[in-house]
Structure formats: C-alpha cells, structure tokens
C-alpha cells in the first residue's frame, strides 16, 4: 500500500482536492426521482453551489459562517429532517412566513397563487403507467414557476395554516402531487441546507437507454 500510494501520489492528491471541493464549494447531484418535474427530470445533473448560504467545515456539516440568506422560490438541495435523504426541492416559504394550501392552491402569508398558462400533458408514472397531467404557471409572493399536478395520484392536497419557525423553511416539490417535501417530512432546518441548485449540468433520458437530452445541457434553473 505504501509503495501503491507513493506511486500514485498525484492522483490521490486530486481526489483529496476534489473530495474538498465537492463538500465545501460545488457539487454535482444526479436527480433520480420525478418531484420536481417539469423544471427538473429524472437523469438530470444538477450543479449545487455549497457557498450560496453558509461555509461550511470540508467533511462536516459544522457551519463556520454565513454568505446570504435562502430566498423563496429558490432550488436547494438538504438532508431530510424525516430520515437524512439528501433532496432537491423549492424554497416557498419563509421563516416566519404563515404557509397553507387548498385544494392544491398554495397560499402564503394570505395570498392565494395564481394559475395561468394551463397546458395538459402526459405524465410517466411508475413502469409503464402513464397517467393526465396538468402544467401551469404559479405566480405568488413575488414569484413565479411552472408545477404540475396529477389528479389521480394520492397527495396531500391541503394543509395548514402553519407559520414557519424561526431558522426553519418549507419545501415544495414542482411535481405538487409526486413528491415527498415539507407536507409530509416537516419544515427543514438551516443547518441541513446543503446549497442552492443553479444549473443543469448534463440531462440523460433514463427511460430510454440513457440518451442524452441535449437540449438540457448547461441549462439555468428558475
């Protein structure tokens, strides 16, 4: 082993910088689930910048200081508080913000979304389950972003009202009736944000023998 690591020196060094810069910088997420569709897909490559909030010791989980503050409708990927999964999801609501739904309208601090720009379409559900899908645009609290719903899916389609602890956030999925998000593992505390995902790095169609969606490639999120 000795011999082995004085001959490969170089390369173990690389490792030991990349290991460091992916746990302390930049790191780059493969997106296996649909929870956040139609803004992100399965097969997607997210880059999560680890700087946007806080610096963070290499390895560690331990904060050393502060950059900036999340911001509603961010993307940012965190450690599940339910069971310590690493999950990519929105940022819709604040801390001290009062966040509800009903019947699939999300409502913050009073404010009911708008839906606008209503597109049907088809939604892969499961091996060979296709079922109606439904698009829009949801504009609330300043922000705007496509979701989508799927009606005949069990979800979780009314909450609330709940007002967002002090350092905590609350989290959607895009895909409102796929996803497990703060419905159903709680609100995420700021020391288990991980980063802020701001591009796709590079796309492959998982249900079709990994080819590549080019048209993905290095494409920003919003």
């Not at 020196?9 to 290991?19: A, H, K, S």
């Not at 390895?59 to 690493?86: E, H, W």
């Not at 899908?133 to 989508?148: I, S």
Request: glycine share 10%; charged share 20%; aromatic share 8%.
């Amino acid at each position: 082993m000795k011999n082995w690591l004085k001959q490969n020196r170089g390369f173990v060094i690389f490792l030991v910088c990349l290991g460091l810069f992916r746990t302390a910088m930049a790191d780059w997420n493969p997106v296996p689930t649909g929870s956040m569709r139609p803004t992100i897909l399965e097969g997607d490559v997210v880059l999560v910048n680890r700087l946007a909030y806080d610096v963070k010791l290499p390895l560690t989980g331990i904060t050393l200081g502060r950059l900036g503050d999340p911001q509603r409708g961010d993307i940012v990927t965190f450690n599940s508080p339910k069971d310590g999964s690493r999950l990519i999801k929105r940022l819709v609501a604040l801390p001290g913000d009062v966040v509800a739904m009903r019947d699939d309208v999300l409502y913050i601090n009073g404010q009911a979304a708008r839906y606008s720009d209503l597109t049907p379409a088809a939604e892969q559900f499961g091996t060979g389950i296709t079922v109606p899908a439904l698009r829009a645009t949801e504009t609330v609290a300043g922000q705007q972003r496509t979701v989508q719903f799927l009606d005949r899916v069990g979800a979780k389609r009314s909450f609330g009202p709940l007002v967002v602890p002090s350092e905590h956030y609350f989290m959607l999925g895009d895909n409102r009736d796929n996803s497990e998000d703060s419905r159903y593992i709680g609100v995420v505390p700021r020391d288990r944000i991980i980063g802020r995902a701001n591009h796709i790095l590079v796309s492959a169609d998982i249900t079709d023998h990994w080819q590549p969606r080019l048209g993905r490639f290095a494409s920003a999120l919003n």
